[in-house]
């Protein structure tokens, strides 16, 4: 960025009061950057803050696995979390699972796991519409009958009741649907 003398920013602030009042331009300031005027310097700003995002997610994470051991050791009782199943560990809520769920690690009963790539679920091991092991926990919620973490909209027995007589059918893993083809009635 180019040093500029106080003189020259009181000429500029002069300038930008003209300017202003016939309201052709937004006024000037003396900090901001002059357009094309990015250089390397942007560019390597920019990695950097992307490296201290993945540095502070990894901070949150040892300052949650501390908190855990600490509570762990309070004689508290969480009971068993419902994202990795550890007991006593931390609360539900606080689990890393539905961040990011390591892959092949198993998850509770009352849970899926969506990919963070395209949004779909996972089948076995990994995405079943990309085929990608990154993916994020969510606990299940009907919004048919309203029942939590038992089962979702698509394993609602409400639901499979309506959909008998249906000619269409819904993958709920990637998210597509098929029609089936019947003659007129």
């Known amino acids: 960025m180019d040093n500029v003398s106080s003189l020259d920013c009181l000429q500029l602030d002069s300038q930008s009061e003209v300017l202003d009042k016939d309201a052709a331009m937004v006024p000037l300031n003396c900090d901001t950057p002059i357009i ?21 997610s990894e901070d949150w994470k040892s300052r949650v696995e501390e908190l855990e051991d600490e509570k762990s050791k309070d004689g508290k009782s969480y009971g068993e ?76 027995p409400e639901r499979e009741e309506k959909r008998k007589n249906s000619g269409f059918t819904y993958d709920p893993y990637t998210g597509s649907f098929s029609v089936e083809i019947r003659p007129l009635k």
């Open 36 to 56: 094309g005027s990015k250089t390397e310097e942007s560019e390597d700003e920019e990695s950097m803050d992307w490296k201290s995002e993945d540095e502070e």
């Open 81 to 156: 979390c419902k994202y990795c199943l550890k007991v006593d560990k931390h609360p539900t809520q606080l689990c890393s699972y539905s961040y990011r769920v390591p892959k092949n690690a198993i998850v509770g009963e009352s849970c899926v796991v969506a990919c963070l790539v395209c949004g779909c679920l996972f089948r076995d091991s990994c995405c079943a519409d990309c085929s990608v092991s990154i993916g994020h926990a969510l606990l299940k919620d009907c919004t048919i009958c309203g029942k939590k973490e038992e089962h979702s909209n698509f394993e609602c």
